[in-house]
């Protein structure tokens, strides 16, 4: 895999001017925060050597270099999701050549299920912690010490000093928050009833199928996170409701003006 990260980071270099400083990872629906992006250049995932191809609605799939808040940023605009089949390597793998920039922080969101029962359809969360629930871990197999440690620490995986931020942020431009923790499952089916009760029970607010390979990855790399979920539907002891993919996106695209103000003014106040 090593290899592979110098040789797309080596073709990536002779596409762009300005080093990345900072990495982020468009949600379901959140494709749009990309078009806040002063572009220097976007690439089609399908240009970048050693590059898996999404395969979702909602997600386009390109990889965009340019500037948010002032900082040069590489986004991903359409992420990697286990469920299709990836392996965790590979869903991970824009995170290595993230690292491979030397990126020192990546901006994780996600779309996901509400399971507290204070959240609203709409609402947005910033994650403070996650929970493996996945069936894998990217970072399984023969360690590379050259992209970390074997036994990584995760005692703080999404920076508390930017969540105070982010929440000095929301007060500042009336935008209601919620702070909690993030599970994450291998989809693609929805949550069981059950399923929903027994995360929760664990310890989960949320619930979604990405994010925690990509910040397991970053954590390894020795990058720092800030990760936010967007609740797109709820998964609340009764009242579980039918939940489609396009529901999904409706109410990720309704949050996302909020969510662009909060990200923005993080990046301008970094
Ligand atoms: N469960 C899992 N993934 C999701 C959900 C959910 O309820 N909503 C959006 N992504």
Redo the contacts with the bound molecule.
């Keep these: 895999m090593y290899e592979k990260i110098q040789e797309t980071t080596a073709y990536l270099k002779t596409r762009i001017k300005t080093q990345p400083e900072i990495g982020i990872i468009l949600g379901?629906g959140l494709g749009n925060l990309g078009n806040q992006i002063e572009v220097e250049v976007a690439i089609p995932y399908g240009e970048i050597p050693n590059f898996p191809v999404s395969t979702v609605k909602g997600h386009s799939g390109q990889l965009i270099f340019g500037k948010l808040g002032g900082k040069n940023v590489i986004a991903l605009q359409g992420r990697f999701h286990y469920y299709e089949g990836y392996s965790m390597q590979e869903v991970t793998f824009p995170v290595r050549i993230m690292q491979a920039f030397k990126v020192e922080l990546l901006i994780i969101s996600?779309?996901?299920?509400g399971m507290n029962p204070d959240f609203k359809v709409g609402d947005i969360m910033l994650i403070n912690d996650h929970i493996n629930m996945f069936p894998d871990s990217p970072l399984m197999g023969p360690n590379d010490d050259r992209l970390g440690v074997r036994f990584p620490d995760m005692s703080e995986v999404y920076s508390k000093e930017l969540i105070l931020k982010a929440h000095k942020i929301a007060k500042a431009n009336n935008i209601f928050l919620h702070e909690g923790v993030y599970a994450g499952?291998s989809?693609p089916t929805?949550?069981t009833p059950a399923e929903y009760k027994y995360f929760r029970a664990a310890g989960g607010d949320t619930?979604?199928?990405s994010t925690v390979p990509e910040a397991i990855v970053a954590r390894h790399a020795g990058i720092a996170c800030f990760g936010t979920s967007i609740v797109?539907?709820l998964?609340i002891a009764n009242q579980v409701e039918k939940?489609s993919h396009d529901e999904?996106l409706i109410a990720a695209k309704a949050a996302e003006p909020k969510l662009t103000t909060i990200i923005t003014e993080l990046l301008k106040s970094l």
Excluded at 110 to 113: K, M, S, T
Aim: aromatic residues 6%.
């Design positions: 379901s996600n779309a996901a299920g499952t989809g929805f949550e619930v979604g199928m797109t539907d998964g939940v999904v």
